[in-house]
């Protein structure tokens, strides 16, 4: 039966959730607080109005607009230090700002079994955005097949290697469709000891190539299995599609490895920074290990 966890990041130097309510996420990214909507967020704020409207920049979404605004000068983009490596952060179109910190207990998982594993490791990352895991697990010794459908990301993706001092680690940045791509990793029988997996609810691929989680994510994972060695280590997928349980998506990955090693399954957060300590919930994940 799984067991639910829930894994949560904390305040950082250059990080920190200052507070959430009213639909609505207040955070500070190196020295610029942003304000975003966050539909999860469904209680009262804690600080006080002055300081949300303090805040340099907020995202409107609106039936006239969605977009930023801001009260004083917000850089194109700037550099910050988050889970041992370094970011670009850019506010841009859908509220993102090119970095997901919940995600850095799964980088730090990661990171433990690879730098424990006595054999050199491969992980494919598909819709891999900015590089927050494939950077993780070059870092702890891995090669990585970073797979993207934005030419924008991959580029992100790359200058986030650089400011990280991971750019001469064997990483592979393609621009791709995630199905096209493994259906072509099966017809060369080449194979990988971890994937990662972080597929939107909808989507399209750099060519057009349409992408709906209820109809492509079963074929895909059972794609994905035939190009994981043997003995694979591990296999990660994240959800931030509305309504999908991490149990669903536990029960998918059961499918592929039935009763061998360790399954976790629970939800993404992030922990304000002030006294209650409050966690957002940020999305929903499901990780197996061997």
Not at 68 to 96: C, M, Q
Request: glycine share 10%.
């Amino acid at each position: 039966m799984p067991t639910l966890s829930i894994l949560t990041t904390i305040k950082e130097k250059d990080y920190e959730l200052l507070d959430s309510g009213g639909g609505e996420k207040l955070e500070r990214y190196g020295d610029v607080v942003l304000s975003r909507p966050d539909p999860q967020a469904l209680w009262q704020k804690h600080l006080p109005k002055k300081d949300w409207d303090t805040a340099d920049g907020y995202f409107v979404h609106d039936s006239e607009r969605a977009d930023w605004t801001y009260r004083s000068h917000v850089p194109a983009r700037w550099e910050i230090g988050f889970g041992d490596l370094n970011f670009f952060i850019k506010p841009s179109a859908f509220k993102h700002i090119g970095l997901f910190p919940e995600q850095k207990p799964n980088w730090d998982w990661m990171r433990d079994i690879i730098k424990h594993t006595k054999k050199d490791v491969s992980v494919l990352n598909l819709f891999g955005y900015t590089g927050g895991a494939t950077l993780a697990c070059a870092q702890a010794g891995a090669s990585v097949v970073h797979i993207d459908g934005s030419k924008s990301a991959i580029s992100w993706g790359k200058d986030n290697a650089g400011i990280s001092g991971v750019s001469d680690k064997p990483i592979r940045w393609i621009l791709e469709d995630a199905m096209k791509f493994v259906d072509r990793e099966i017809r060369r029988e080449n194979t990988y000891d971890g994937i990662i997996l972080d597929p939107p609810a909808f989507g399209h691929g750099p060519n057009r190539e349409l992408w709906k989680i209820e109809d492509h994510l079963p074929i895909l994972l059972s794609k994905c299995k035939q190009i994981m060695q043997e003995k694979p280590l591990f296999f990660l997928i994240n959800g931030y599609a509305s309504g999908y349980s991490a149990i669903a998506y536990e029960n998918n990955i059961r499918a592929l490895f039935g009763d061998t090693g360790t399954y976790e399954s629970g939800e993404l957060t992030i922990q304000e920074s002030g006294k209650y300590g409050r966690l957002l919930p940020c999305g929903i994940f499901s990780r197996w290990h061997n």
